[in-house]
């Protein structure tokens, strides 16, 4: 009974907009209200958390199964048990609201977004964007450098105005109760948003969804989109399986594809109630996507990982979040126009259970679809390099931008 009550205060904590300063987005003059925001997640969503990550039921495994069948059962159990007696979200909560956060209302919805201002006045925007399972904590790393690069001993010229938003259905943004939020239409929401802010040309960036959005922002937009940088341009309009992935991906490292585009309220039942299930299906990907010797904390520590598991837990926004693939799968055809916009493409080889391919002919393929102006085949890093290789990312963003400034 106590967990029920605890579920239930969580539950109406977040729909009551207790969870950081949501409600008082409601209280300003007009939709385009721009509402400062606090991460602020209630005690009982804590409690009740504690109270699951202690009766987990765990299940049994063969001997010796390593990661062929999932997350093993000996790393999750020390995952889990670190959540439970070592990990300090406030620490982490802390972290997050030491950047400049916001909510404004576009078509209905509340869009949660950092928009951290560089003390520069030439300062470029960057519209950057984050993808699947991951949330603006991918970028944490590296929103100082970008908007006050000076502060670290590098150049002012390579400042940006720098903004991060959630997209609908994702972390602290509204969820939408209505079908048809594709990558098409989620792009329409950043358009509006870099208007709103005042900003009549800024630079893109984007991984994962945030590529596929990106992209069209730069369709959308091409006027005011200085240029657009992509973690790989593989991506297709229709598929989820990027051009040039070898044949027994498709098979193995997709399945998840699968089951997010046609089932995924199915799915969402047990990774919203669990918090152990939605552990494992997350860093199932970390683990693959990544570039490690085996050893996914090679890559990240138990806190980053956390720290993106609790964004999805403490908003429960792992089935909106996931319905993205459904809805994508199911958009009605699109133009797909080649891309006018000049493009940079950042490929990082360990970017998915396979290695991805770079080179000529990654290039020649991309070439068809994107203005080119730059090429980089990193010598390291995955999926999420701004976390994994803030090095690398960092480099590669302000050498592209500071030739299409």
Same mark, same amino acid.
């Given at each position: ?10 539950? $109406? ?33 804590? $409690? ?20 062929? =069948?999932?997350? /093993?059962? !000996? +790393? ?91 997209? !609908?259905? +994702? &972390? ?59 973690? &790989? ?8 399986? /990027? ?9 193995? &490292?997709?399945? @998840? ?10 799915? *969402? ?7 152990? &299930?939605?552990?494992?299906?997350? %860093?199932?990907? =970390? ?7 085996? #050893? ?11 720290? #993106?598991?609790?964004? =999805? ?11 993205? @693939?459904?809805? #994508? ?17 950042? *490929? ?11 080179? /000529? ?20 890093? *995955? ?13 590669? %963003? ?5 030739? %299409?400034?």
């Amino acid at each position: 009974m106590r967990r029920l009550a605890l579920a239930c205060a969580a539950l $109406a904590a977040i729909i009551t907009g207790t969870l950081g300063a949501r409600a008082n987005a409601q209280q300003q003059d007009g939709e385009a209200a721009i509402v400062p925001f606090t991460i602020d997640v209630p005690d009982a969503v804590l $409690a009740d958390l504690q109270e699951r990550l202690r009766a987990a039921r765990l299940p049994d495994e063969l001997n010796a199964a390593d990661w062929d =069948y999932g997350v /093993p059962l !000996p +790393y999750l159990r020390e995952l889990v048990e670190y959540w439970r007696d070592g990990f300090d979200w406030r620490a982490q909560e802390a972290r997050l609201n030491r950047f400049d956060q916001f909510t404004t209302n576009i078509d209905g919805l509340d869009i949660h977004f950092i928009h951290q201002r560089s003390p520069h006045p030439d300062a470029l925007p960057l519209l950057v964007l984050n993808g699947w399972p991951s949330s603006i904590d991918e970028y944490y790393k590296v929103i100082d450098a970008l908007a006050d690069p000076a502060a670290a001993g590098g150049a002012s010229g390579d400042a940006f105005h720098v903004v991060i938003p959630a997209m !609908p259905g +994702y &972390g602290f943004s509204d969820k939408s109760r209505e079908a048809g939020f594709d990558t098409y239409r989620m792009a329409d929401f950043w358009v509006t948003l870099m208007a709103r802010l005042g900003y009549a040309r800024y630079g893109v960036h984007g991984s994962d969804w945030g590529a596929a959005v990106a992209r069209w922002v730069a369709r959308k937009d091409t006027d005011r989109v200085a240029g657009l940088h992509l973690v &790989g341009c593989e991506g297709v309009l229709r598929s989820a399986v /990027p051009l040039g992935r070898p044949a027994d991906m498709v098979a193995d &490292g997709f399945g @998840y594809v699968e089951i997010q585009s046609t089932r995924t309220q199915t799915l *969402g039942y047990g990774l919203n109630d669990s918090p152990v &299930g939605l552990a494992a299906w997350i %860093v199932e990907k =970390y683990h693959g996507w990544s570039d490690h010797q085996g #050893n996914v904390e090679q890559a990240y520590t138990k806190d980053e990982l956390l720290t #993106n598991i609790m964004i =999805y837990w403490a908003t429960g926004s792992i089935t909106s979040a996931s319905r993205l @693939y459904y809805e #994508n799968r199911h958009a009605p055809q699109r133009p797909n126009d080649p891309i006018t916009v000049p493009t940079g493409c950042a *490929g990082f080889v360990e970017r998915y259970d396979q290695r991805t391919r770079t080179g /000529p002919e990654a290039r020649q393929a991309a070439e068809q679809r994107y203005n080119i102006v730059r090429w980089t085949d990193m010598p390291r890093g *995955g999926h999420f390099p701004a976390l994994e290789a803030p090095d690398l990312w960092l480099n590669d %963003v302000r050498a592209f931008f500071a030739d %299409v400034r």
